[in-house]
């Protein structure tokens, strides 16, 4: 977790977006790939679809922690306990960003912003550190060991 803050710089410049970059870290501790996830999450980005909505890094971190308690096959159940982190995850997410969507949380309103301002980047990078180490914090709380799923 030392070299988080790089590590998404890093794949921040390799052109994924906020959204890819929570799963990315999930599945690069994991030491595995999902192209396919990856590609899926791409409509998250920049708050769902680009409208400036949902953050990305909340949408993310949702994700992750499906990884390791929501349902996955047919036969299959998500964790009970997966809903309690997902609130868990909002609230402190919201509680600590006064707001769920981008256009509020960096104060950009225009997809140009996205790639010239180098505030947004360095906010939404801050952003992203905070609510990994969060999402890590909440699945040991819940008893899931995070690099470790089946």
Known sequence: ?????????????????????????ALDEEEKENKDLLRAAN???????????????LTGGIMVLGLYAGKGADREFPNPIYSQMVDEYT???EALYESTECRDI??????????????????????MVQSFKKIVEILESHDFTFGDRE
């Open 106 to 127: 960096i104060g950009v309103c225009t997809v140009t912003d996205y790639l010239t301002n180098q505030e947004y980047l360095m906010k939404c990078g801050d952003i």
């Open 43 to 57: 409509g998250l980005c920049m708050g769902i679809g680009s409208s400036q909505k949902i953050c990305g890094v």
């Open 1 to 25: 977790m030392g070299n988080t803050g790089f590590l998404m710089f890093r794949l921040k410049n390799a052109g994924y977006c906020c959204t890819q970059i929570m799963l990315k870290l």
């Open 91 to 93: 609230d402190w997410f």
